[in-house]
C-alpha cells in the first residue's frame, strides 16, 4: 500500500534553533514530494517540492527539505526556527505514473518556544 | 491568486439530513479534490475528479457521493449525514499536470447532532 509517514506528532524546538520535520514514504514509481503548512482554522498552504534534479529545494519562509531517495525520505528543515513558524505540517506524495492523486501524512505539530 | 472557495466555513446539521458542501475554483484546473481532516489522521481523500463528470473513489469514499458538473465546480454529498461525519473538510484544486502543487480552501467544519 502506497502511504506517507511522519513519525513524530509533535516536535517542540527554541526560538534560534534549527529544527527538522521529519517525512518518510512508500510508493510505487518516482514520485513528487510537497510540504504544506496549516494554521488554526485555515486551509493548508504549499511550502516546498521536489519533482527532480538537486535534492535539496528550498520554499517559503525560509523553510527547505532534503529528498534522500535511498532512505526514502522527504525531511523539512530550517536553520532557525521562529515563534510565528508554530504551526500543523503535513508532507504528501504524489506517486509515480498517471494519477494524480495525493497522499498526505498525518501531521506534526511545530511547537517554537520563546 | 489562487481561489479555491468552499461554500461555509462551518455547518451543523442533524443526523439523516442530506448535506451538500459545494467548491468552486477560478483556476481551469482539471483535478478536484475532497479530504476530511480530523486529529491524528492527517488528510484523507475521499473522492477525487479529473474532469468533468469524471470521478474516482478515494480512500474514504463509504457514506459519501460526488458531483461535477461543471469544470469549476466539485460537490460533496453526505446522503444521510451520521455523527461520526462531523470533521473537517477540505477542497483542493490541481492542474492537470502531476508536478504541480494542490491549492486548497479554507475548509469546511461540519458538526453533525
Redesign the interface.
Known sequence: AQSVA?PE?QVNVAEGNPLTVKCTYSVSGNP?L?W?VQYP??????LL?Y?TGDNLVKGSYGFEAEFNKSQTSFHLKKPSALVSDSALY?C?V?PGGA?????????TLLAVQP | DVK?TQSSRYLVKRTGEKVFLECVQDMDH??M?W?RQDP??????IY?S?DVKMK?K?DIPEGYSVSREKKERFSLILESASTNQTSMY?C?I?P?Q??S???????TRLTVV
Open positions: 511522519q506528532d513528487y510537497f504544506y482554522n485555515r486551509g493548508l498552504q504549499f517540492k519533482i503535513f504528501a504524489r494519477t494524480n492523486k495525493l497522499i498526505f501524512g498525518t501531521g | 479555491v482539471e483535478n479534490f479530504y491524528g489522521l492527517g488528510l484523507r481523500l477525487f479529473y474516482e478515494g477540505l483542493a490541481s492537470g502531476g508536478r502543487e494542490a491549492f486548497f480552501g479554507q475548509g
